[in-house]
């Protein structure tokens, strides 16, 4: 029997101040998920609200950081959000836990417990290969908000053009029914090894049985070629 390798694949890394997770999935469609899904997100609000009693998003490490990234970056946090606190901020003003597809709630598990931007995109439909980038005059990128220019803000990007960026919020069910997601997270160098992305990804995946890996690898910048 011939064994198939594994796939792989990296991503270049142009912005000096960013490391990059990614996590290549399959769904584990023999498994029957039943209510563990519900289970998984009341978990993941105890642990927020627990975290933020007076139900507002506190400047911790991680928002500080990001912040302080993109103002860097020339770019103003206050306009331009990173999309973890958009999401966050939205679930402690409603109290509840907003549904969506099965990638769009793993993705929502993961920003919530490491209030770390997550982005998810279907793996299959990527043009190899990737970058992380600034995006260029004229470009624009698709968001669950439409279309909005994306010249001079860091971005994911494939051969064909911007696919997904920390500061733009996925759509609930625009992956609805993809079977090999790409779950990618961004964040500031300097907080990354406190952030552990890795093991946020692991234990929600530990928690729903709703993926297994494919392959998993951290980017970082490598310099100037």
Known sequence: MTIKPLET????????????HLAQMTTT????????????????LAELYRNHRDGRLDSGVTVTALRTCLRTMGIDPARTPPVSELLITEVLEKRSF???CLAWEMLAILT?????PWSVVDHDALAMPISFRLGEPGETLSTASGEQAC????????????????WSPVSRYGLEGCKRPLFVCFLPRKIFRSVQPKTHMGRAV???????FLFEKTCSYQGAA
């Open 206 to 212: 530990w928690l729903t049985w709703a993926y297994r």
């Open 112 to 116: 919530i417990r490491s209030q770390a």
């Open 29 to 44: 469609e023999w498994r029957d998920l039943g209510n563990v899904m519900d289970v998984a997100t009341e978990g993941a």
């Open 9 to 20: 694949f990296g991503c270049d890394i142009r912005l000096p101040d960013w490391r990059l």
């Open 98 to 100: 907003p549904r969506g």
């Open 151 to 166: 010249e001079g803000l860091p971005v994911l990007a494939d051969r064909k053009g911007t696919v997904a960026s920390p």
